[in-house]
């Protein structure tokens, strides 16, 4: 059952180059230029007029909808706000029938992302669905809907789940910003394109594993981690430190990188390691210049660059290299490594991989 792997977590993480194959499958033609989803084109009015999307989403879901945020707003320019699901069903949010909610859960079964969908319904909004678990009862609530096709997961945390999620969200931002002309054809085109590249390069990325190992093996007794990341990265960084949480128990933070100055530079020692992404295109200079303010106050750096990098490797302890793409899609890329990360140190440390203590795989109980 868990195809000659040791934990499923490995497993799906190992997954992901077909899982998204499977996400584009029948939606990204990219030899004929176009994106296919009958649940956007059915709606397509409803998304072209709307004031502003909201994605409500929890935990890893959650850092998915805020890529989406990045996504969305970047290539087809509607305004995006993310909220927790929890926090927007309490909050008497505003919401009108010009708004689209998105929600987006793996399982489809999270209380709060249910309870979310059941307002934002009861405000006349249109609610559109993301989900894995075809049938599941956020499926069933939603207007609208794309399954992410990622396959069951069996682990806890999340991997392929995350990727299809953040697959789906890019080919509905594209799609959406072919049709409302936010994207010009040949910008359209390319990304087609790269986003064709990926389940490859994601293959060729997972072949870093032994490397990875490595650094785990370094890090493992780390008390505190932190993890940076900037723009479409941000969010991934926020997903690493979750991962590394929930499977080894270790603390870990994620920041935007240029968040550190307003507080968590104080934490940097020695014995704090400091994981970033810095990627070359987006805002490189501004998280090298980072990297040098971490550096100079002894931090040690685990550093997420794009194949070929030169400045970050003089600086870094350790770097770790993605195959190259367009800066929008580099999510689906940098957060591999984290995933094998957490799982190396996890199973260093002897944790239960696939079900951490104190956790379920679908939080049905709000
Ligand atoms: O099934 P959902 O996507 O709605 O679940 C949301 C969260 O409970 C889930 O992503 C959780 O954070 C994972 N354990 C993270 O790995």
Redesign the pocket.
């Known amino acids: 059952e868990k195809g000659g792997y040791e934990h499923f977590m490995l497993k799906e993480i190992h997954e992901q180059p077909k899982a998204i194959t499977d996400t584009f499958r029948g939606r990204m033609l990219a030899e004929d230029n176009i994106i296919k989803m009958s649940s956007i084109e059915l709606n397509l009015d409803k998304f072209l007029n709307a004031n502003r999307i909201i994605i409500v989403?929890?935990?890893?879901?959650?850092?998915a909808g805020l890529v989406g945020e990045y996504l969305f707003e970047d290539m087809a320019r509607i305004p995006v706000e993310v909220e927790y699901?929890s926090e927007f069903r309490y909050r008497n949010p505003i919401i009108t029938n010009k708004d689209i909610v998105i929600a987006?859960?793996?399982?489809?079964?999270?209380a709060d992302?249910l309870a979310a969908i059941k307002l934002a319904k009861s405000k006349g909004a249109f609610v559109y669905g993301i989900?894995?678990?075809v049938g599941s009862s956020?499926a069933r609530e939603t207007h609208a809907g794309a399954y992410t096709h990622a396959g069951p997961e069996i682990g806890?945390?999340?991997?392929k789940?995350?990727t299809t999620?953040i697959t789906v969200l890019t080919l509905i931002a594209l799609k959406l910003g072919k049709a409302n002309g936010s994207l010009a054809d040949h910008t359209f085109k390319n990304y087609l394109k790269k986003m064709q590249l990926i389940p490859k390069q994601v293959e060729e990325l997972l072949n870093i594993d032994e490397h990875v190992k490595q650094i785990s093996a370094v890090y493992k007794d780390a008390k505190n981690c932190l993890y940076l990341g900037r723009g479409f990265n941000f969010p991934v960084a926020l997903e690493g430190a979750?991962?590394l949480k929930?499977i080894s128990y270790i603390h870990a933070e994620g920041y935007p990188a240029a968040e550190m100055k307003h507080g968590p530079i104080a934490l940097i020692d020695e014995n704090m390691p400091i994981f970033v992404i810095a990627t070359n295109r987006g805002h490189y200079e501004k998280v090298v210049s980072n990297i040098q303010e971490i550096k100079s106050r002894a931090g040690k750096i685990i550093a997420v660059v794009t194949e070929g990098d030169t400045t970050v490797k003089e600086i870094a302890d350790h770097v770790i290299e993605i195959p190259d793409t367009e800066e929008a899609l580099t999510p689906l890329l940098t957060t591999i490594p984290f995933q094998l990360l957490s799982y190396h140190i996890a199973v260093m440390l002897n944790k239960n991989v696939d079900q951490p203590r104190n956790?379920?795989?679908?939080?049905t109980v709000e």
């Open positions: 989403a929890c935990g890893t879901s959650w850092h699901a987006i859960s793996q399982s489809g079964e999270t992302t989900c894995n678990v956020i806890v945390a999340s991997t789940a995350f999620q979750l991962k929930e956790l379920a795989k679908s939080v």
